[in-house]
């Protein structure tokens, strides 16, 4: 039954999305050899300027989570153009952030404490695991938006192009190390679409009443309602989980 629903799903969705002929417009990632002002780090880690993209500049300590505070996103198409340093570096693009997002600013939660082989001790492990839980720091993003994911090589709920732990993506996914990808989201009210390199791989529907248990405390929690409208970021990773963005661009869906 869930998969005859996610046939039809992608059928309307895909039509809808299809109709969309609207120009981009592009979201300024650099100003002044800066990351631009709009955008707002939370957690650890941090992006930077290199060579006219940002970079994912990752950090020990965790997380992170580059914010567009400028301006929350609705129905739209969002489309983006990246590459990564090894076939599984680690990002994501989350969408339909709520406001909450914001008052994480000064509140980066847990910190890893590593060993020289870069593990977590397992008392930091635990101290994290709490942050996740109490929803500080990115976590409050985890668990109050939805990750596309950015990790070639994993299984399908958490590679390249899925919802991150709830929604599949479909078929073999193109190794982002071999240069510049481009990912287009479609937001629709509930439903989110992911086309990778122009073939569609993932739809999803936060309406639906099956939805994958969750395994493991890192993954989002199911309960927390996302907004239609919201805010969305890049993900920091772990230590040498390195991935470039040279453009963020929208336009809007035909109402």
């Known amino acids: 039954m869930y998969n005859a629903v996610r046939v039809l799903l992608v059928t309307l969705f895909t039509i809808t999305v299809q109709a969309a002929e609207g120009k981009w417009r592009e979201i300024p990632l650099i100003s002044k050899d800066k990351v631009n002002s709009d955008w707002v780090h939370i957690g650890y880690g941090r992006f930077v300027v290199d060579d006219g993209t940002i970079r994912a500049d990752p950090a020990p300590e965790g997380l992170g989570l580059l914010v567009y505070k400028k301006e929350k996103l609705g129905d739209c198409q969002i489309r983006v153009v990246f590459k990564t340093k090894e076939r599984a570096s680690n990002s994501g693009i989350y969408v339909r952030l709520d406001d909450g997002i914001l008052k994480q600013l000064n509140n980066p939660g847990a910190k890893y404490d590593r060993d020289a082989n870069g593990k977590p001790s397992p008392a930091s492990s635990e101290l994290m695991k709490a942050s996740a839980d109490a929803e500080e720091g990115i976590w409050y993003g985890v668990h109050h938006g939805y990750e596309v994911q950015i990790a070639a090589g994993g299984d399908p709920s958490h590679g390249t192009g899925s ?57 989002p929690k199911r309960e927390s309602k996302r907004p239609e409208k919201g805010y969305v970021g890049l993900q920091t990773h772990d230590p040498k989980d390195i991935v470039w963005f040279k453009e963020i661009s929208v336009r809007p869906l035909p109402h």
């Open 163 to 219: 919802i991150y732990s709830v929604a599949p993506a479909s078929g073999a996914v193109k190794d982002a190390s071999t240069g510049w990808k481009t990912i287009i989201i479609s937001l629709l009210g509930t439903k989110i679409d992911v086309e990778y390199e122009g073939e569609h791989i993932t739809s999803f529907d936060s309406t639906t009443t099956n939805l994958p248990a969750r395994k493991i405390w890192w993954e």
